[in-house]
C-alpha cells in the first residue's frame, strides 16, 4: 500500500482520530507551549517554512502567526482526515499565508532549496519516515543556509545521532526542546 493509499484508508484516519483529539487539547497546549517550542527552532518573520506531519495544527496556528503575513507556512499531512482539519482551522482564521497539502514527506513535490526552515515536531522516528529517505527529501528542499528543526516525542536519542552520520546537516544548537541543524 503506497503512502497515498495509507493516507485515505478510513482505518487508519479512525485510528488516528483519538490522537489528533489529544493533539489539540487544551491539556496538551498547556503542558507543552506550542510558541515556545516554536522559538526554540528561530522561526522567523518573513520565511517559508515546511511543516511535516502538521496533524491536526497543534504548530501550525501559532507558526503562522511567527511568520507573518510576509512569509509561507506549508503545513503538509498524509492523513485526509488531519489535512481537512487544518484547513478548516486556517480558512476559520483566515490565514493567507498558510498552505495546507495532502503529500507524502519521502516526496514532497516542493521545488529544491525553496524552505528556509524545515520543523519536523513529534514525527520522526515514525516507520512510516524511514529517515534514510526522509533527510535527503528534506535536504533538497531547504535552501542552502537553510534549518533543519526537530522536536522528538517519544524521546528518542540515536535520531539527533543519524541526523549527523547521514552527512546532509551540522548541528546548530538545542533550544526549547528542539534541535536545529543547518544544512549542509
Not at 62 to 89: H, N, W
Amino acid at each position: 500500500m503506497n503512502t497515498e493509499d495509507l493516507g485515505n484508508s478510513k482505518i487508519l484516519n479512525l485510528l488516528f482520530k483519538p490522537a489528533g483529539v489529544i493533539m489539540g487539547s487544551k491539556f496538551r497546549k498547556w503542558l507543552l507551549n506550542p510558541v515556545k517550542t516554536l522559538r526554540g527552532a528561530g522561526i522567523q518573520p518573513g520565511q517559508t517554512v515546511l511543516e511535516v506531519g502538521c496533524g491536526t495544527g497543534f504548530f501550525t496556528m501559532p507558526a503562522a502567526q511567527l511568520i507573518g503575513d510576509q512569509g509561507c507556512l506549508v503545513a503538509m499531512d498524509v492523513l485526509s482526515e488531519y489535512i481537512e482539519c487544518v484547513s478548516r482551522k486556517v480558512q476559520a482564521a483566515d490565514l493567507k499565508n498558510v498552505r495546507v497539502v495532502k503529500r507524502d514527506a519521502l516526496d514532497t513535490g516542493l521545488g529544491a532549496a525553496s524552505i528556509d526552515t524545515v520543523l519536523l515536531f513529534g514525527v520522526i522516528p515514525f516507520p512510516s519516515l524511514p529517515l534514510n529517505r526522509l533527510l535527503p527529501e528534506m535536504h533538497r528542499v531547504l535552501k542552502p543556509e537553510g534549518n533543519l528543526a526537530v522536536w522528538l516525542f517519544p524521546v528518542s536519542g540515536w535520531v539527533p545521532k543519524w541526523i549527523l552520520q547521514s552527512g546532509l546537516f551540522t548541528y546548530i544548537s538545542k533550544q526549547n526542546g528542539v534541535y536545529n541543524y543547518r544544512r549542509f
